[in-house]
């Protein structure tokens, strides 16, 4: 990828992710240095609401009306904020500032400065592994949940509609919506970047690939920032936490990998700014923040509803500790954070209630474990659960642990961090049901819930590396002393320059023991994500990419999910009949892959081809899992009389049904589109008013 294709797509990604909520942040008066935090986190949230609402009011989901919107909404909270201000001035004037600075009593000149450096060190080891680990952002995941993301971002591209229920659709056109799997999918994320992506020039994968470079380059150590401001106001606790954010292979590589969970991992690096911003806003009693708060808070649930769960405990387990520490101000406190809930319920109900018709599936889903309890408890110790042992990151953490015990006001943070430490436990070294009510919000997925507790571990090491330097400035001190009580000549140094240089010779020696954790995550990445991989070949991704030049608009083409042809619709703009590795087929479905040889001969298996409109079969040997036999009907496709081969390209072929040399002709294949039902325009998105059953295979790969 050139540069120009390279820096569109990063500009895009920018203005997207941080422009909306700049605009609403600027009209609810937010500080302009929180803005970059927080600004991504009320974006999703506006652009949330905006979509659901719109939807019910007919609102095409496209960049033009969505941006016509924004601005009218950020415009009229803009004028309230100032009118009230005007009119009552002794209630909603500026409160007065307390503090000094948003660093309190820990601030110095330079602080700002150490901050800027914290993220360029962090962002640029997190972007560096990335485009290692990407092959120079080219390469494509060859496993389970991305090519979802990516057909899910040109679905509401070409849809232009805000409807989480188009998943279920999307996914089980040929059963009945209500007793398919998938019912509805919190769509914001995909929906959020359709709006760009068509302007880009570069495939659905390749702009993911820039998508997640600017959230690792820039938006996780910004997430890390806000979430250590929570612990600690100190700049340089703040600063190293940020540098090492990208260090850690748990969070946010394996959660890269192992899916990927692009959008999981999006949403996580919302938790910080909301949990910050909440906490913020309620101390200092900002009024206008109340909505800011809320709508934050649905654009949290709108990219993953489980991530609610992960900022409860973050605000609960705060909360008590200001019970203690603020009696006189806990009830207004308590009082504000409840205002904000309740708001975000009643603005985003509409999403809640489409995540509800999930819930069930969600909470039935277990995943196995793969160690015992002293396992899993050296995992989370050494930080690693299937990757190399991380001493050095464990003793940043332990000294910053050690820091928290000795500062009571930081106490109360050691509650989500322990509570998600016995999650993780639990799920990595327990097959128990007694708490997979509390793992359900995750998918009782112990990768998710190792990676929310590394989330929360992060600032405990920036802490340590700050513990650390500060611990050599006092021995600094101490000598000076001790020289200046012997007559000696000292040079008198600020003590902050000292600390600062001693965290960053502390986070240099780190670093260069860490250089195998760096290696580690680029080839944690690269696992599954290649230009030639073992799902997909450079081959197969060629005739998928050029699919609309041979196969017309409205067609369903015959596929095997398993051998990667899930990425058709994203990669082509054509649909195959099986548009995910995890969907299972209908029976009908289920009966042409086994039995296409047979058209000709089994009457059943041809009203089923007809039925599904199948015309075009496409066949490749790339597989998901290496066990995985391709389905029967699909072995063999030379040698059936009435498929004619139309391209191949290396290790995949797309081949047409001639229906004219089977019994009934076209005629009969034509006269079965009566009960497949085009909605909404979108080429491929049928519903078929003689819905078949799911056929019982338990997993389709």
């Known amino acids: 990828?050139?540069?120009?294709?390279?820096?569109?797509?990063?500009?895009?990604?920018?203005?997207?992710?941080?422009?909306?909520?700049?605009?609403?942040?600027?009209?609810?008066?937010?500080?302009?240095?929180?803005?970059?935090?927080?600004?991504?986190?009320?974006?999703?949230?506006?652009?949330?609401?905006?979509?659901?609402?719109?939807?019910?009011?007919?609102?095409?989901?496209?960049?033009?009306?969505?941006?016509?919107?924004?601005?009218?909404?950020?415009?009229?909270?803009?004028?309230?904020?100032?009118?009230?201000?005007?009119?009552?001035?002794?209630k909603f004037a500026a409160p007065v500032r307390t503090q000094p600075s948003i660093f309190g009593k820990h601030r110095f000149a330079g602080s700002w400065w150490i901050l800027l450096a914290g993220l360029v060190a962090g962002?640029?080891?997190?972007?560096?592994?990335?485009?290692?680990?990407?092959?120079?952002?080219?390469?494509?995941?060859?496993?389970?949940?991305?090519?979802?993301?990516?057909?899910?971002?040109?679905?509401?591209?070409?849809?232009?509609?805000?409807?989480?229920?188009?998943?279920?659709?999307?996914?089980?056109?040929?059963?009945?919506?209500?007793?398919?799997?998938?019912?509805?999918?919190?769509?914001?994320?995909?929906?959020?970047?359709?709006?760009?992506?068509?302007?880009?020039?570069?495939?659905?994968?390749?702009?993911?690939?820039?998508?997640?470079?600017?959230?690792?380059?820039?938006?996780?150590?910004?997430?890390?920032?806000?979430?250590?401001m929570l612990v600690t106001r100190r700049p340089i606790a703040v600063a190293a936490a940020a540098a090492v954010s990208g260090w850690f292979t748990?969070?946010?590589?394996?959660?890269?990998?192992?899916?990927?969970?692009?959008?999981?991992?999006?949403?996580?690096?919302?938790?910080?700014?909301?949990?910050?911003?909440?906490?913020?806003?309620?101390?200092?009693?900002?009024?206008?923040?109340?909505?800011?708060?809320?709508?934050g808070a649905v654009g949290l649930i709108a990219v993953h509803p489980s991530l609610a769960f992960v900022v409860l405990p973050v605000l609960v387990f705060w909360l008590l500790s200001a019970l203690i520490r603020r009696k006189g101000r806990i009830l207004g406190i308590a009082v504000y954070l409840a205002v904000s809930g309740v708001l975000a319920a009643i603005i985003g109900w509409p999403i809640i209630a489409q995540m509800l018709k999930e819930s069930e599936r969600v909470s039935k889903m277990v995943w196995a474990p793969d160690t015992d309890r002293s396992g899993a408890i050296q995992n989370v110790i050494f930080l690693n659960h299937g990757s190399m042992a991380m001493p050095i990151l464990t003793a940043l953490v332990a000294i910053g642990c050690i820091a928290v015990v000795f500062r009571i006001r930081m106490w109360w943070y050691f509650g989500p961090v322990l509570a998600f430490a016995f999650l993780s436990v639990y799920t990595m070294g327990s097959d128990s049901p007694r708490f997979m009510t509390l793992t359900a919000p995750f998918y009782d997925d112990q990768w998710r819930i190792f990676g929310i507790l590394v989330m929360l571990l992060v600032p405990l090491a920036g802490l340590g590396v700050a513990q650390t330097a500060e611990a050599v400035e006092w021995v600094v001190r101490r000598v000076r002393g001790r020289q200046a009580a012997a007559g000696a000549k000292t040079e008198r140094r600020p003590s902050h320059v000292v600390i600062a240089g001693s965290a960053v010779a502390v986070l240099l020696v780190s670093g260069i023991a860490a250089i195998p954790y760096f290696k580690q995550n680029a080839e944690r990445i690269n696992i599954n994500t290649k230009v030639n991989g073992a799902t997909?070949?450079?081959?197969?991704?060629?005739?998928?990419?050029?699919?609309?030049?041979?196969?017309?608009?409205?067609?369903?083409?015959?596929?095997?999910?398993?051998?990667?042809?899930?990425?058709?619709?994203?990669?082509?703009?054509?649909?195959?009949?099986?548009?995910?590795?995890?969907?299972?087929?209908?029976?009908?479905?289920?009966?042409?892959?086994?039995?296409?040889?047979?058209?000709?001969?089994?009457?059943?298996?041809?009203?089923?081809?007809?039925?599904?409109?199948?015309?075009?079969v496409y066949i490749a040997d790339g597989r998901i899992r290496a066990w995985d036999e391709p389905k029967a009907g699909l072995t063999q496709p030379d040698s059936i009389p009435y498929l004619d081969l139309v391209v191949r390209e290396g290790n995949a072929a797309l081949y047409k049904i001639d229906w004219s040399q089977l019994p009934g002709g076209k005629e009969a294949f034509d006269a079965s589109a009566k009960d497949r039902v085009q909605l909404d325009g979108v080429a491929g998105i049928l519903e078929n008013r003689n819905p078949d059953g799911i056929a019982p295979l338990g997993r389709i790969c």
């Not at 797509?9 to 422009?19: K, Q, T």
């Not at 913020?280 to 009024?287: V, Y």
């Open 536 to 616: 997909l070949s450079t081959s197969e991704v060629q005739l998928l990419s050029s699919m609309d030049k041979y196969v017309p608009q409205d067609a369903t083409v015959l596929n095997d999910s398993c051998d990667g042809s899930v990425w058709m619709y994203a990669l082509g703009n054509r649909m195959p009949m099986i548009r995910h590795f995890e969907i299972l087929p209908t029976n009908r479905q289920l009966l042409v892959l086994q039995k296409l040889p047979e058209l000709a001969t089994d009457a059943e298996a041809r009203a089923a081809a007809s039925e599904l409109g199948i015309e075009w």
């Open 1 to 90: 990828m050139g540069i120009g294709p390279l820096l569109l797509c990063v500009l895009l990604i920018v203005v997207v992710w941080w422009g909306p909520g700049w605009l609403l942040g600027e009209a609810l008066g937010v500080r302009r240095t929180l803005l970059p935090v927080v600004a991504p986190l009320l974006g999703m949230g506006a652009l949330s609401v905006i979509g659901v609402t719109g939807h019910s009011l007919g609102l095409s989901w496209d960049l033009l009306p969505v941006t016509a919107v924004l601005l009218v909404l950020a415009g009229i909270l803009f004028g309230l904020r100032l009118s009230l201000r005007r009119y009552f001035p002794e």
């Open 250 to 295: 748990v969070y946010p590589y394996d959660l890269l990998w192992r899916g990927p969970l692009i959008p999981f991992f999006a949403g996580m690096l919302l938790v910080g700014p909301f949990a910050f911003l909440a906490v913020k806003g309620a101390l200092e009693r900002q009024k206008f923040w109340v909505l800011g708060i809320a709508v």
């Open 123 to 228: 962002g640029a080891v997190a972007a560096v592994s990335w485009i290692v680990g990407t092959e120079g952002l080219l390469g494509i995941n060859q496993d389970w949940d991305i090519p979802w993301h990516a057909n899910m971002i040109r679905l509401l591209s070409v849809n232009h509609e805000w409807d989480p229920g188009v998943a279920g659709n999307f996914a089980y056109y040929d059963t009945s919506i209500p007793d398919a799997p998938i019912r509805s999918y919190p769509i914001a994320f995909h929906a959020v970047l359709s709006l760009v992506w068509p302007m880009s020039g570069v495939s659905i994968p390749v702009f993911l690939n820039v998508f997640v470079l600017v959230m690792m380059a820039v938006q996780l150590p910004l997430s890390t920032m806000a979430l250590t």
